[in-house]
């Protein structure tokens, strides 16, 4: 099962900000908060990550609480093809482990 | 643009046949992962290699489902005897294997069986 729980669906006006919240109450201290989309019949497309600072970059920005169990993805100005399903995956790397484990995501919608 | 590649892109057989899909990663990621996603849910993992090496594969759907990544550069996704509910799409992710990497995915393979 997911270790995230995120909404299902969210409405945001083209040019206004949008925020993406997830929640990841059993995170542990080595694995990270991963953030992809997936517009229709493509692949998933990588957003951002981190592990306990905050995190922009070109496409968004990664809030992560301090206590990490929740986070938000902010996409500063949507557009129209920001249109997506937005996936909030943890996940730890190194050693055997190295697999994605996607829950449902939140439906963005962005509306003219 | 040396982004993952799959092919075919879309699949069409019937049921009974076998299918082979093909991934291959971006250069030099030593790390390949199939997944697959069907309608309405996220991707689900399958399997994964490192260079050639297969190192989970217990969440390969059945025995009709192998991988094979012999060069440790493409990988190739068999499914025998496809049953409809194989219809899916089937997705291949790299990365460079290091902690805390980023696993980049390919456009799918998107199968329907009759």
């Known amino acids: 099962d997911a270790k995230t729980t995120q909404p299902t669906s969210m409405d945001c006006a083209e040019g206004r900000a949008a925020n993406l919240p997830c929640n990841h109450s059993?995170?542990?201290?080595?694995?990270?908060v991963y953030w992809y989309r997936q517009i229709h019949s493509q692949g998933p497309q990588y957003i951002i990550h981190g592990l306990k600072n905050n995190e922009t970059n070109e496409m968004a920005s990664l809030i992560i609480t301090e206590d990490r169990k929740s986070s938000t993805l902010i996409l500063p100005h949507a557009t129209l093809r920001d249109t997506a399903v937005y996936y909030c995956i943890v996940a730890r790397y190194g050693g055997s482990q190295g697999n994605l484990i996607f829950g449902k995501g939140t439906k963005l919608s962005v509306k003219p | 643009d040396t982004g993952v590649s799959q092919d075919p892109r879309h699949k069409i057989t019937k049921r009974g046949q076998n299918v082979t899909f093909r991934c291959d990663p971006i250069?030099?990621?030593?790390?390949l992962y199939w997944y697959r996603q069907t309608l309405g849910q996220g991707p689900e993992f399958l399997t994964y290699?490192?260079?050639?090496?297969?190192?989970?594969k217990s969440r390969l759907l059945s025995d009709r489902f192998s991988a094979e990544r012999p060069k440790g550069s493409f990988s190739t996704l068999e499914i025998q005897r496809t049953e409809q509910g194989d219809s899916a799409m089937y997705l291949c992710a790299s990365s460079s294997g290091r902690t805390g990497e980023t696993q980049y995915f390919g456009p799918g393979t998107r199968l329907l069986v009759l």
């Open positions: 290699f490192q260079n050639e090496a297969q190192l989970e």
């Open positions: 059993t995170i542990s201290g080595n694995e990270y």
């Open positions: 250069s030099e990621h030593n790390r």
